[in-house]
């Protein structure tokens, strides 16, 4: 108990703050976003650090991938069945922080959540920019910053989803705000192709980019950085890592397998009852199911904002998926908050405390005590589910800005118009 209230009582903190400055029509400035949000991760990450629970992928999984690189070995050659494969780009950055803290005499239940926390940090002002209303670009950053979810998955999980959005968003801001059309398109491709190659998943925010691009041309130019990049780390195995060339076609599926986790979330656990089970037969249907609503939600968005598409993709993953870790309600969280719709709060406060529950109490709980509490945390995965239905975006293509002066430009002109003449 002492753990869930010392850990607890920040995430709450920042929530409040979050709720708060919208309500007093605050508008921060970025420093004090930044500084807020660095405040949150740190407490969170020393509490973290010093628990004697830690996040098995962070503490085995990661660990042992950036010793294996260290030793100039394939990763997805040489870990466990079941355990986390991805391409060398995150295998390399885990190496990078496993060798600073060798360097620097850090633990790694430390310097393993470092560049997670960075990356989310960055992430605080990107959102300002993804901000639908520009004058409230200072208040999204700020509540971005508090968001407890963000807090949960990089200072206590030192999960990467913050590594991939960090990418997939500057991706697209990028590719709608940025300079030369052509420096764009090369630019936004190559950060998506860094985003896909740190989590398959990233490949959901591919449509938003594309859409922000004017012309076929550009859109071509990024689509293809997208494959080129994942393909260039890919070959890096064999010139790094002693890869032979013929595993790779092995290599790359590897990467993208995943184990067939269910009853964890959403109409598995319904189906298993509120049990985890590793179970192929729900992984089949599961895939199709999944991919009919991304599908079903890239269509009935397609004519929509980019950074809107985007997550309604995100949110139509979360709502269809079959496979569930708790890190994924990351995934919408940047979107969600510089959008800000109807059930944004909403969301994002169960979303926070249903993951806290997770992190924060489930984590203290012996194994049949674990199984026991995890039935109606399971199944109370419905009641996130349906606040994130609720999230939806608006479909139309006109909401959000594209960039800031066009939109004011936009404003004062319809403003104009609507004067009545001397």
Known sequence: ?????????????????????????????LAAALAVGALLRLVLLVIAARDGWQPYDLAEDFRSTADTVLDGRDPLVYLREGGWHFLPFLAYVLAGQRELGELLGVPWSVVGRAVPI??????????????????????????????????????IHGQFAPITLLLGVAALVVARDGGHRAGRAHAAGILVGFAVT?????????????????GARSRLVA???????????????????????????ATLAKSLSTRPVVG????????????????????????????????????????????????????AFLIATHR?????????????????????????????????????????????????????????????IALLVWALPPRGPDSPRRSGSSDRGDRALKAAAQTPAP
Do not use: N
């Open 223 to 249: 689509f293809v950085w997208t494959g080129v990049v994942p393909l260039v780390f890919l070959l890096s195995g064999c010139v790094f890592l002693g890869t032979p060339v013929g595993d790779l076609p």
């Open 198 to 214: 740190s989590a398959s998943w990233a490949g959901l925010m591919l449509p938003g980019v594309l859409l922000a691009l004017s």
């Open 1 to 29: 108990m002492t753990h869930v209230l010392a850990a607890g009582l920040p995430l709450t903190i920042g929530l409040v703050l979050a709720v708060a400055a919208a309500r007093a029509g605050r508008r921060p400035p």
């Open 324 to 384: 569930f870790g708790a890190q994924y309600l990351a995934w919408p969280m940047p979107y969600l908050i510089a959008l800000a719709g109807r059930a944004t709060w909403p969301a994002v406060t169960v979303s926070g405390a249903w993951a806290a529950f997770g992190y924060l109490y489930t984590t203290r709980l012996d194994e049949y005590g674990w199984r026991d509490v995890h039935v109606w945390w399971a199944y109370s995965s419905l009641v996130v």
């Open 118 to 155: 960075l990356c989310d940090l960055a992430l605080i002002p990107l959102v300002g920019r993804l901000a639908a209303d520009p004058d409230k670009s200072g208040l999204r950053a700020f509540q971005y910053a508090c968001a407890p979810v963000g807090v949960m998955v990089s200072a």
């Open 264 to 315: 964890d979330w959403g109409w598995t656990a319904v189906a298993t009852g509120g049990q985890q089970i590793v179970d192929p037969a729900y992984a089949r249907p599961g895939l199709l199911i999944l991919a009919a609503g991304v599908l079903a939600a890239a269509w009935w968005w397609r004519r929509a904002d980019p950074a809107v598409l985007t997550l309604a993709l995100l949110l």
